[in-house]
């Protein structure tokens, strides 16, 4: 069962009878430069992601800064598929500004 077969016998019993080509490059290198064009090497352009194709999610909060006193609804978007994250990143921003905040959704744009 632990036969060493040559290189000619493997391509055999994989392919059968047919013929096999030889190598690819048996051309020379005069041939393949007469049919090569050399074309003009252009600058790369950097690609920019659109805004449209990244996860967003909305976060609505309602923040005031008094206890129970006239609140305000702010809208905040998160690039991120995580709702956890982005109602952290909502709040750690609002929390700049107003004292209360309080989460009041969290939908996916």
Known sequence: MNRE???EEMRQALFGNAEISGPASNLLPEELRSD?????????????VSKALTPRLRVTLRVCNEFEGKAFE?????????TLLAEQEATKTAKKKFRYVEVVSVKSL
Not at 36 to 48: I, L
């Open 36 to 48: 090569v064009v050399a074309a003009p090497v252009s600058k790369v352009v950097k690609k920019t």
């Open 5 to 7: 077969l040559t290189e």
């Open 74 to 82: 702010i809208v905040h978007d998160a690039d991120t598929l995580s």
